[in-house]
């Protein structure tokens, strides 16, 4: 049997075991609260990521929606620019020939070569709205149709016009006045507003015989995003430096729309002209009128040939109200007079103006008429209206500027004459 010492040893050491055992569980409690409490902060940390989550997913569902709304709305809005020189691209004779007529069928024709030019090259669809810009000099071109005797006056030309903007809502021929810059100005800045307009898909250019429409191309033909999106029309054939850039964008040709040729422009001859310290005797209009015809057309060629048969430029003022707009001075001839004018092929220039600056001109020269004659002429002329409008600043413009009818009370729905051109203050 143990003694009594050694059960007291033993006992001892138990107790130490028992003491070290609470300790280490004691531990392991302190141990457990530490990992709850953490446990317990990463429980509500991650409650809140996952708000968070939650409101950021919300708010990426909105953004992705408001966005697919954008593109949905961009593309119900896109469309593609068509911008032309239309002192360079011509439209076909047949087309100018039929006056309103064809200027209707002109925009159905552009506008189905447009959309299947589009639907080729670019893949885009047949249906994408287009928005077309033609700027030219339209009193120059006139005068050069007249000369090359595609038309007869510029009567024909004005209806083209008419009906060519009466075609379509978005097809706009506008006259951007007489001077080259003019048009150039427009053109340049609507290309550079639609490269830069996210909602145009494509921009069609029409100027291929024009060197100077290269430095409007150069910046976007070369690694710019839209590059690829440019396509050119040829109508003549491409202009030297215009040449270098046709490889690196796309290339459309519209033969039934637009000539591939160049019109001759009108040649003036200026031996023909008077100095202007040289006067000839205006013989009265009965006289002149009393000349039969054969006899005036004789001397058509006689004028042209003799320096001392033509008459010294008149110049008429440029009348204008407050507001800067052209006014027609008031004229009154006799009607019976205006009846006889009316049958007889005078050269307007000749005879209102003082020089004729034509080759070969196939109207009456003869010698000058006399001051009711040309007040008679200038009266007819101003039947037709000036393109330019209230805008016209030529001194040598013979054309109406205001509805001569006071009365008019069509205000320029049946009118030839704009509607501005009604009523205009001569104050």
Same mark, same amino acid.
């Given at each position: 049997?143990?003694?009594?010492?050694?059960?007291?040893?033993?006992?001892?050491?138990?107790?130490?075991?028992?003491?070290?055992?609470?300790?280490?569980?004691?531990?392991?409690?302190?141990?457990?609260?530490?990992?709850?409490?953490?446990?317990?902060?990463?429980?509500?940390?991650?409650?809140?990521?996952?708000?968070?989550?939650?409101?950021?997913?919300?708010?990426?569902? %909105?953004?992705?929606?408001?966005?697919?709304?954008?593109?949905?709305?961009?593309?119900?809005?896109?469309?593609?620019?068509? =911008?032309?020189?239309?002192?360079?691209?011509?439209?076909?004779? %047949?087309?100018?020939?039929?006056?309103?007529?064809?200027?209707?069928?002109?925009? *159905?024709? =552009?506008?189905?070569?447009?959309?299947?030019?589009?639907?080729?090259?670019?893949?885009?669809?047949?249906?994408?709205?287009?928005?077309?810009?033609?700027?030219?000099?339209?009193?120059?071109?006139?005068?050069?149709?007249?000369?090359?005797?595609?038309? &007869? *006056?510029?009567?024909?030309?004005?209806?083209?016009?008419?009906? +060519?903007?009466?075609?379509?809502?978005? +097809?706009?021929?506008?006259?951007?006045? &007489?001077?080259?810059?003019?048009?150039?100005?427009?053109?340049?800045?609507?290309?550079?507003?639609?490269?830069? &307009?996210?909602?145009?898909?494509?921009?069609?250019?029409?100027?291929?015989? %024009?060197?100077?429409?290269?430095?409007?191309?150069?910046?976007?033909?070369?690694?710019?995003?839209?590059?690829?999106?440019?396509?050119?029309?040829?109508?003549?054939?491409?202009?030297?430096?215009?040449?270098?850039?046709?490889?690196?964008?796309?290339?459309?040709?519209?033969?039934?729309?637009?000539?591939?040729?160049?019109?001759?422009?009108?040649? !003036? *001859?200026?031996?023909?002209?008077?100095?202007?310290? =040289?006067?000839?005797?205006?013989? *009265?209009?009965?006289?002149?009128?009393?000349?039969?015809?054969?006899?005036?057309?004789?001397?058509?060629?006689?004028?042209?040939?003799?320096?001392?048969?033509?008459?010294?430029?008149?110049?008429?003022?440029?009348?204008?109200?407050?507001?800067?707009?052209? =006014?027609?001075?008031?004229?009154?001839?006799?009607?019976?007079?205006?009846?006889?004018?009316?049958?007889?092929?005078?050269?307007?220039?000749?005879?209102?103006?003082?020089?004729?600056?034509?080759?070969?001109?196939?109207?009456?020269?003869?010698?000058?008429?006399?001051?009711?004659? !040309?007040?008679?002429?200038? +009266?007819?002329?101003?039947?037709?209206?000036?393109?330019?409008?209230?805008?016209?600043?030529?001194?040598?413009?013979?054309?109406?500027?205001?509805?001569?009818?006071?009365?008019?009370?069509?205000?320029?729905?049946?009118?030839?004459?704009?509607?501005?051109?009604?009523?205009?203050?001569?104050?």
């Amino acid at each position: 049997m143990a003694s009594l010492e050694i059960l007291e040893e033993q006992f001892g050491r138990l107790k130490e075991v028992e003491g070290r055992k609470d300790q280490l569980i004691e531990e392991l409690f302190s141990r457990v609260k530490e990992i709850d409490l953490a446990l317990t902060a990463k429980k509500l940390h991650l409650e809140r990521e996952q708000e968070c989550a939650k409101l950021y997913q919300s708010m990426l569902h %909105d953004a992705q929606l408001k966005l697919r709304n954008v593109e949905e709305s961009i593309d119900s809005n896109s469309f593609v620019s068509v =911008l032309i020189d239309g002192d360079g691209m011509l439209f076909c004779d %047949d087309l100018v020939k039929s006056a309103q007529q064809g200027g209707i069928e002109a925009v *159905s024709r =552009l506008r189905s070569r447009v959309c299947e030019s589009v639907s080729r090259d670019l893949e885009l669809s047949s249906h994408i709205q287009l928005r077309v810009r033609i700027y030219a000099n339209l009193k120059g071109l006139a005068s050069m149709y007249c000369y090359n005797k595609i038309l &007869d *006056s510029a009567d024909d030309l004005y209806m083209f016009v008419c009906g +060519f903007n009466k075609g379509h809502p978005m +097809f706009d021929l506008v006259d951007a006045g &007489d001077g080259k810059e003019c048009a150039d100005a427009k053109l340049k800045a609507w290309f550079d507003r639609d490269m830069a &307009d996210v909602q145009c898909r494509a921009v069609i250019f029409g100027g291929s015989a %024009d060197d100077s429409h290269s430095r409007l191309l150069q910046p976007y033909v070369q690694g710019h995003p839209k590059s690829n999106q440019i396509i050119l029309i040829e109508g003549p054939p491409f202009a030297k430096e215009l040449a270098e850039l046709k490889n690196k964008v796309h290339i459309a040709c519209f033969p039934d729309v637009f000539r591939n040729t160049k019109i001759l422009p009108r040649r !003036i *001859s200026f031996s023909t002209v008077l100095p202007p310290n =040289l006067t000839t005797n205006a013989p *009265s209009y009965a006289a002149t009128i009393g000349r039969p015809a054969d006899a005036d057309a004789g001397r058509t060629e006689e004028g042209h040939g003799s320096v001392a048969t033509l008459p010294a430029r008149r110049d008429y003022l440029i009348l204008q109200n407050s507001k800067g707009q052209r =006014l027609d001075a008031l004229i009154s001839p006799p009607q019976s007079l205006v009846n006889t004018m009316r049958t007889t092929k005078y050269c307007n220039m000749f005879h209102v103006l003082g020089e004729c600056n034509y080759i070969n001109c196939i109207h009456l020269h003869g010698k000058r008429l006399d001051e009711a004659g !040309i007040e008679a002429r200038r +009266f007819l002329l101003r039947q037709t209206p000036c393109l330019s409008g209230l805008k016209c600043k030529d001194a040598k413009c013979l054309l109406g500027h205001q509805c001569p009818n006071k009365l008019c009370a069509k205000m320029g729905r049946v009118c030839r004459f704009a509607k501005e051109m009604h009523n205009v203050d001569r104050a």
